[in-house]
């Protein structure tokens, strides 16, 4: 990919240019460690670092422009300086990568929980119908079969349009991400035409960034307004809305394109019904819109229902065949992390879960509770450097739904595991002394101490609940990374013990 500098230039009326501007620019980057002969570098300022203070070494490494937002005595380059480089950014990347998301059928799912579940059923259900299709997400990138590493749930604007000029250049037809409420919120996906957008629930989470519940649904709602917004290239945009949820009602409203509600409880265009929960699977019809649709699913929980709605109504928006979304359907296994049972042969139940706010830690044990006959053991902790409001919420949801409360720590990041996980014991002696369903809970702060003290616990017909990290492999402590993967743990820990 190159462009002349002089064209990028155009779309910045207030830059102020010092330099050649005849210079071919054959990359874009924000990291000075990226550039190469031919980059154009982008001075970012953060919180812990700031990108002024790197151009020059980007330079040195062959960067024929710098943007920067104050004057900047380098020589080798063009100085392009604007009043910000983030905005300016956002204009210059998906302009230099061609507008790739212009090509592509894009579908974006946002909400708190079930955004990568959804994302895979999707997936899975366009490649039945026989396209090929990229997924962005949580737990990796894929271009078909070929799986890529992610840095965040939606990589910032440079990355993000590289990967969709990549995925265009490649043959994808669709691409099905993720989209954050931090993407939304900082323009992230500056320069995405999407087609369809899908809204799954809205509950306590990322306070530390948004501050307020309010901000928080607010950005989610920027989904929607860009499937209306003026301009569009691309026809037919949809708009995929769980009204079951009371924030639904506010995507709804923001959405200035057809809308397909879905959900279980009411009326809605999508529902479901003779809903059947078992450890194995769910049996279930769904109704509406399309028809009485029986299904028998390979995933279960009621949650897993409303993830599958989600993806029907984002199907049937791009015309997909029932005969495909069916068979996409019940041939779906679980994603990783995902509700995942660990088997080992042993005569319990072992689920690896990726809930790590309060809802869909209690969506996870409510679940259990649908098909578990014995105990619940619940194993959970909180994120570091993480939105503490939820920490005693969440030690009352374990409590409030589990016989029996472990707590750990998570990813504790910089701060210290004891602090968190007193603040997560708040919640959990409260709830007990309201007289609630745990009779008995521990707080053991190494992870992996407590998940053998969990499988030690249990008996036949009980089910231990490890919630929090799921398909992670690493855990982040305050100055190192290491290896550290529940599914692994409990398999190890189930094998010995046998």
Known sequence: MTKCLQELTALLPQATISGELSVTVTSVTADSRQAVPGTLFICLAGSHVDGHDHAAGAVASGAVAVLAERELNIEGATVITVPD????????????????????????????????????????????AGFRVGLLGTIQNMIDEEAIPVKNTTPDVV????????????????????????????????????????????????????????????????????????????????????????????????????????????RWDITAKDLRIEADGVNCTLTGLYGEIPLQLSITGKFNVYNV????????????????????????????GRFELVREGQPY???????????????????????????????????????????PIMGRVAAEHADIVLATSDNPRSEKPEQILTEVEVGIRAAMADGCRAQQYEVIEDRRQAIVRAIGMAQA??????????????????????????????????????
Request: glycine share 8%; charged share 25%; aromatic share 6%.
């Open 461 to 498: 017909g009980d089910l231990v609940m490890i919630a929090g990290k799921g398909h992670e492999t690493y855990q982040i402590l305050h100055d190192k990374t290491i290896h550290f993967d529940d599914r692994e743990v409990a398999r190890e820990t189930i094998r010995r013990m046998r």
């Open 349 to 391: 139940t072992v689920v690896v879960d990726y809930s790590h706010t309060p809802d869909s830690l209690e969506n996870a044990l409510k679940t259990a509770a649908e098909f578990i006959s014995g105990k619940i053991i619940a194993v959970f902790g909180c994120g570091g450097d993480r939105d503490r409001t939820k920490r």
């Open 159 to 266: 990355d993000l349009q590289s990967t969709l000029a990549e995925m265009q250049q490649r043959g994808i037809e669709y691409v099905v991400m993720e989209v954050s409420s931090h993407a939304l919120a900082l323009n992230r996906v500056a320069g995405c035409e999407f087609d369809v957008g899908v809204f799954t629930n809205l509950t306590r989470d990322h306070l530390d960034f948004h501050e307020t519940f309010d901000n928080y649904a607010t950005a989610k709602t920027e989904l929607f307004r860009m499937l209306g917004r003026n301009g569009a290239i691309k026809p037919r945009k949809a708009a995929i809305i769980n009204r079951d949820d009371p924030a639904g009602i506010l995507m709804q409203q923001a959405a200035a394109c057809p809308v397909i509600t879905y959900g279980i409880d009411g």
């Open 85 to 128: 480089t983030r905005a300016a950014m956002q204009l210059l990347a998906p302009a230099f990568f061609d507008y790739p998301a212009r090509r592509l059928r894009m579908i974006g799912v946002t909400g708190t929980n079930g955004k990568t579940t959804i994302t895979y059923l999707i997936r899975a259900i366009l490649r039945q």
């Open 309 to 336: 709605l989600a993806a029907v109504g984002a199907a049937r928006a791009e015309g997909i065949g029932l005969p495909d979304i069916i068979t996409a359907l019940q041939s779906f296994g679980s994603v990783d």
